[in-house]
Every structure is written in C-alpha cells, then in structure tokens.
Nanobody, 123 residues
Framework: QVQLVESGGGLVQPGGSLRLSCAASGSIFSINVMGWYRQAPGSQRELAATITSGGTTNYADSVKGRFTISRNIAKNTVYLQSNSLKPEDTAVYYC?????????????????WGQGTQVTVSS
C-alpha cells in the first residue's frame, strides 16, 4: 500500500502562485508515476501534471508554461508549482501514484490517491 498526503492548497488571487506538495509513504518502490489530477465542481477528474521515475513529465495543455512539476527523491515528495493562476484553475487537486511505467493522461490507471487539497483562484 502507498499513502499520499497533500498540502499547500488555499485561496489565491488571479495571477498569483501556489506550491502543492505530496508526500508518499509505504510501498513506494512499486511506484513509477506520480502527479496531480484536478476536479472542478460538476466536472470529471482531469490531468494537471505528472512525472515518471525517469523524470519524464506530462502536462495538460491548459497548464503548460504556468505549472511545473518536480520531485525530491530523498523526501519521496512531488511538488506542483502553479504560477499565473486563473479562476478556471479552481478545483480540488489530488495527488496520484501509479505502478504503470508512463502516464496515459487518464485517472483510471492510478491505484493510489491522496485526500485532495482545495485550490481556489478568486479576487
């Protein structure tokens, strides 16, 4: 089993920045992909950004150039630096982990999920 704990969400004005963190524990040796999916009210869960154990990243088109995913292997932690935030970025952001070797862009491949952290972009 793998446990994921997110932190760093909150309320931010349009154009502002947030950094989300996700700390993994448990059987992390089995994990090959980690990242962030998000879900807005009334919408399906969608990709934000992911990173593989080899360092390959994948971003949704809507966040490219504004969000950066990174990791600290020693701390078993993945980060999402979110800049130039827009109201449409408002969602619950979920940390996800998968034993698959790459990211498909779909949440169904992810076996492990965090509890989610709310990000609200509003003036």
């Amino acid at each position: 089993q793998v446990q994921l704990v997110e932190s760093g969400g909150g309320l931010v004005q349009p154009g502002g920045s947030l950094r989300l963190s996700c700390a993994a524990s448990g059987s992390i040796f089995s994990i090959n992909v980690m990242g962030w999916y998000r879900q807005a009210p009334g919408s399906q869960r969608e990709l934000a950004a992911t990173i593989t154990s080899g360092g390959t990243t994948n971003y949704a088109d809507s966040v490219k150039g504004r969000f950066t995913i990174s990791r600290n292997i020693a701390k078993n932690t993945v980060y999402l630096q979110s800049n130039s935030l827009k109201p449409e970025d408002t969602a619950v952001y979920y940390c996800a982990a998968s034993t698959y070797y790459s990211d498909s862009g779909y949440p169904n491949q992810y076996e492990y999920w965090g509890q989610g952290t709310q990000v609200t972009v509003s003036s």
